[in-house]
């Protein structure tokens, strides 16, 4: 069975722990009491709230017992989402299955821990309300079923977040703050507002009913594919590894669980070298769902006996990864939830050849604007997208002569451009072409034949999805 430990009770402020009759939430009733908040000196004598359900020195751990509580309480709340055999399972070598929990109603799978969360207040906590920071896809999920609970939810979203998730966030009646220039900031506005308040705060990836809930995808999988060698799980604080993990390792132990971060923001990677969570810079990613710089105590503590390994992938890979979807799956992700199959495609787990495997397509909740430069990387990534520059003839119908050439090759031009002032030759002119091909093959034909007719072609390297070997 599971590895897992049943929840433990968060210590109050004396130390002690509350009375509780067993019930791994906490009172008899599996509701979870409104802890006091505690201050912490930190360096600099600045004063900072500590979270009580997300205490660095008493981790907590869920049980599988904690999932399928939360599996009977948001039944009929949630999406049961499909997990439909992949149209290019022969492709990838493999018999893929992808969950698409993309398919919940504001987007994600963080509506599963929201709606437990919400379910397991007291009735005191349900009229006070509860509180929470975050970028997007934890605050629309905890506003929408709040609304839906008729439960006051107040979000503080950093200045950075997308204004279409604040305005769906104010549309599930929710008070929505938007103030700090970071996560950081705003989570600590949104703490001292608890403090205040008297709200409870809800972590979005490290609350044990987060967890709990998020677990249930484990639960779904193994009944949609039942015992399935691996189960790939994008990764960033940790919540959804560790739910996922704690569900699928107590049904199924011989099925791994693989996590998959980016390179720009590989916490969970850096937590197991540091054997702890431990501060990671974060670069800008397309997979800004997982840039987290430090995964959850609680998610780090359920998920790491559990997590048969990590796997960490280039930017590049989870644009193709995005592309891939949008054109054989029909499915529009976002960055994190293209991550498991980015692994897939860069080669990371062909030990998986062959084998049943389920990939978590967990959000599909990525900016309009964003997800045109991801299919454009996608297609530079495996060099359908190519770039060159020719100097040509300037004489009348030089450039006439050039479009043709490409014409009967077969190439999709997407963007020309020509120069003449940095030339020593006033009679030719250089030519910028950005085109679409079919392949990288038709980009080298394409190259060849532009060698045939003029003197100096000039391509855009190989592209990186092609000449990056994968990493072991």
Not at 237 to 244: F, Y
């Amino acid at each position: 069975m599971s590895q897992a430990t049943r929840t433990e009770s968060p210590k109050e402020q004396n130390g002690t722990v509350p009375k509780s009759n067993g019930n791994s939430n906490g009172n008899s009733n599996g509701k979870v009491e409104q802890p006091k908040l505690r201050p912490r000196h930190v360096s600099g004598g600045v004063e900072e709230i500590l979270d009580p359900f997300c205490d660095p020195e008493h981790p907590q751990k869920i049980s599988f017992h904690d999932v399928t509580s939360a599996a009977f309480l948001i039944r009929g709340g949630v999406e049961r989402t499909p997990c439909p055999k992949s149209t290019s399972s022969d492709l990838y070598g493999m018999e893929l299955f992808l969950k698409k929990d993309f398919l919940q109603y504001t987007g994600s799978f963080k509506e599963r821990g929201a709606r437990y969360a919400l379910l397991s207040l007291t009735d005191e906590q349900k009229r006070t309300g509860v509180i929470s920071a975050s970028l997007g896809n934890h605050a629309q999920a905890l506003c929408y079923h709040g609304w839906k609970l008729n439960i006051p939810v107040t979000v503080v979203m950093p200045k950075a977040a997308p204004i279409m998730k604040i305005q769906k966030c104010r549309n599930y009646k929710a008070r929505v703050i938007v103030d700090g220039n970071d996560m950081g900031e705003a989570k600590s506005l949104a703490m001292r507002m608890s403090q205040d308040e008297g709200l409870l705060y809800v972590n979005g990836y490290d609350h044990p009913h987060i967890m709990a809930g998020q677990g249930t995808i484990g639960l779904e999988i193994l009944e949609q594919v039942p015992e399935p060698d691996a189960v790939v799980v994008p990764v960033g604080g940790g919540g959804l590894i560790a739910g996922i993990a704690t569900a699928v390792k107590a049904l199924s132990p011989k099925t791994k669980i693989i996590g998959v971060e980016s390179e720009k923001c590989a916490s969970f990677t850096r937590a197991m070298e540091n054997k702890g969570p431990i501060h990671t810079p974060i670069k800008n990613t397309l997979a800004d769902g997982l840039a987290v710089p430090k995964v959850g105590y609680n998610a780090y503590a359920t998920a790491m006996p559990l997590i048969d390994r990590m796997v960490v992938v280039k930017e590049e890979w989870i644009a193709v990864a995005i592309l891939r979807l949008v054109e054989e799956e029909k499915c529009v992700v976002e960055g994190a939830g293209g991550a498991g199959l980015a692994a897939i495609l860069a080669g990371h787990l062909d030990e998986l050849k062959g084998k049943k495997v389920v990939v978590l397509l967990c959000g599909g909740n990525i900016d309009t604007t964003v997800f045109g430069r991801c299919l454009e990387r996608g297609l530079a990534a495996v060099g359908r997208l190519v770039k060159f520059n020719v100097e040509i003839s300037d004489r009348p119908g030089g450039i006439n002569d050039l479009c043709n050439l490409l014409v009967r090759i077969g190439v999709s031009i997407k963007d020309i451009m020509h120069e003449r002032a940095w030339l020593r030759d006033i009679y030719t002119v250089e030519v910028k072409v950005v085109c679409e091909t079919v392949d990288w093959s038709h980009s080298l034909q394409l190259k060849n034949e532009l060698k045939k007719f003029y003197s100096k072609v000039e391509f855009s390297d190989v592209p990186l999805a092609l000449s990056n070997a994968p990493e072991s």
